[in-house]
């Protein structure tokens, strides 16, 4: 059990500003990184899909030239009653859903898991997953998406049902504590192509050279603010905030207080460099 308590994740409610709001705002969107404050999660930029019932959702990222590559980033947004029996309709992908408001039950194989806040469900390729809320109040969750890319002599992922709170983060080497990692699946399992964890910095933590390496990302601000170094640039960010990275984009950052950092965090991972797009 981790022995620090978790805080409240962000959850966008939608909404309009009001017309006296000023245009100013933090949304960049380069070739090497993209930032979409909270801000922009509006009514108007919100969409639809097919057998959700009851159910909108904010696309934070999705496979575009210049833009994510490897994986589509959703924040669900399930009334009461709402959900899909028919949730994944590409055969090839694999999924991550991580709660952040409410709860959910999801199905696979005729077998039932209820989600609750901080709740962490990878579903592979095929399973036939369904997800209901069969609560009294709105559910709010992300939804990572990614082609799941096979081995030979690998077996894709089994189902897995976890919470954040039941795991006790890993600190970096060399930190004393001030930079810890929550992981939901083993760095070692070759048969995940993907992972999804939780990075907390303590207030004053920082990534203190600036990482340039191979895995695309995408970052979504769970709980407080900092100041991330992106390519050339430094941007304040904070909770409700997400942000893209391109692979080698150099990145950095510095926890600004008073309260933890605190980011969830998508990365492909442990398979060869594909030599064609074919």
Not at 45 to 52: A, D, E, G, K, R
């Amino acid at each position: 059990m981790t022995d620090k308590k978790v805080g409240a994740y962000y959850a966008p409610k939608g909404g309009l500003p009001p017309q006296t709001q000023l245009l100013t705002d933090r949304a960049m969107f380069t070739e090497a990184y993209t930032v979409i404050p909270k801000g922009t999660l509006r009514d108007i930029v919100t969409s639809s899909l097919p057998f959700w019932e009851k159910t909108r959702l904010w696309v934070l990222a999705r496979p575009l030239t210049g833009f994510a590559e490897t994986f589509s980033q959703y924040i669900m947004e399930v009334q009461a009653g709402g959900g899909s029996d028919r949730a994944e309709l590409d055969e090839s992908a694999e999924g991550v859903l991580f709660v952040v408001e409410g709860e959910v039950t999801v199905s696979v194989a005729g077998k039932s898991h209820t989600l609750t806040e901080g709740g962490y469900a990878y579903l592979p390729p095929k399973s036939g997953w369904t997800l209901w809320n069969k609560g009294s109040e709105t559910a709010r969750f992300h939804w990572i998406r990614k082609a799941y890319e096979y081995v030979d002599g690998l077996d894709a992922p089994e189902p897995l049902f976890l919470n954040e709170k039941e795991i006790t983060p890993a600190p970096m080497p060399d930190t004393n504590g001030t930079w810890a990692t929550t992981r939901f699946v083993d760095p070692a399992d070759m048969r995940h192509d993907m992972h999804v964890t939780i990075v907390t910095f303590e207030p004053g933590g920082s990534i203190p050279f600036a990482e340039t390496h191979v895995m695309e990302h995408g970052l979504y601000v769970l709980e407080g603010k900092g100041v991330y170094r992106l390519n050339q640039d430094w941007v304040e960010v904070e909770a409700g905030d997400f942000m893209w990275l391109r692979a080698f984009c150099p990145q950095a950052c510095y926890a600004g207080g008073p309260g933890r950092f605190r980011y969830l965090l998508y990365k492909d991972m442990n398979r060869h460099m594909k030599l064609s797009r074919l």
